[in-house]
């Protein structure tokens, strides 16, 4: 009975903050749906009114988000997978590879100072190795949103131009990377060698499989689709069938779901098959289950954590150092490739969001113990700030100018595009 009344608030909740920020502030409605889960939480609701808030997400319930979290956020990832554009590769590909390439070389510089400080005042879980410290801290300050970056684009009317191509391209092999940064640390953060190994050769075996043999595999499956126009129900239980035989074998190897929810995505047919997926899982997803991932992010999250001057301190150094580590890095590699003063800012901005994918990346690293409660609220408020930050950014660096010369269109209003065009 609980539930459905959590339910009925998670979802008043995040589409009201999320019109509120839209409406207001300019920003994508999962904006207000990340800040939505944290208001929900022990940081204000909790704080306020902790006997209410008890009796509506009692302890004993958070299993019931919890499975819903992770099944939301890995058919998330699907349709983002379902979405992904090889083409974005082909095009800028020398600029795209030093924006990315340096968007993730200065982070893991930074994380070398900061993962050992970090851990030194006790933010990561027990028995963490100063080397696992540098890595996750690295990946999360080197992750881009890509699905943010994407809705961002198509916002802002970038789509098709230079800009768009080249912040895409870097944006997608810039989380490519941190992805795998992650897995690395997953896969060493077990039951000694074995798992580690498991987890690692599973992983690059499934990936491989998975990115080479099986669109041939799937190929059938869309051309089946074409033939009747529609997508039938027995085609979309087969599908959702992959996916969760996919987000099973991730997780069986000790890496996690969402990376076998976003291969299989990257590896389904495109075309008609691809599409009606979209528009059929994407409501439901997005409105339902994707809330309640914020939301059992949110009840994890307690900023009253951060309750004295050195956590505060140390948390002003995170986000200073986030900010200043992608945004200068990827902004220099875009200008020693030859763009222009105001495009490479402009890159800078965009490539600085990290949204939900910071989220995902910092949900997985308390779930499995690598960090502690202070610093996830840290990173929760890194990732917020730095998702509030970029469109606001992008149009005082590049934006607004760029309209008044005619080079960009007016600002779009869609708040429903798929993944694909959708933010995180």
Known sequence: MAFFLQMALIIAACRLVGWVVKRWLGQPQVVGEMIAGVILGPSLFGLLAPEVQ????????????????????????FLVGLGFR????RQNARSAFAVSLAGMAAPFLVAVALGPWLLSQGLFGGGIHPTQAILFTGACIAITAFPMLARIIHERGLSGTPLGA???????IDDAGAWCILAVVLATFGDGAPVAMKAIIGGAIFATFMLTAAPRLLAPLGRLVEREGRVTPMVLGIV????????FIMDWVGIHAVFGGFILGCAMPRGLLSREISKQLEPFTVVVLLPMFFTFSGLNTQLTMINSLGLLGMTAVVLVGSIAAKGLACYGAARLTG????????????????????????????????????????????????TLMA??????????????RGELGALTDDAAAAPSKAAT
Not at 354 to 381: C, D, H, K, T
């Open 54 to 77: 008890g009796f509506l997400f009692p302890r004993d319930t958070r299993a019931v988000l919890f499975v819903g979290a992770q099944f939301g956020v890995g058919l998330y990832m």
């Open 86 to 89: 090889t083409e974005h590769f």
């Open 166 to 172: 080249l912040s895409l391209s870097a944006g997608a």
């Open 240 to 247: 959702l069938t992959l996916f969760m035989l996919s987000a």
């Open 339 to 386: 763009q222009d003063n105001a495009t490479a800012m402009g890159i800078g901005a965009l490539m600085n969001a990290r949204g939900l994918m910071e989220l995902i990346i910092i949900n997985i690293g308390l779930q499995r113990g690598i960090i502690g409660p202070a610093l996830f609220s840290m990173l929760v408020l890194m990732a917020i700030v730095t």
């Open 391 to 404: 469109s606001p950014l992008f149009e005082f660096v590049y934006g607004r100018k760029a309209r008044e």
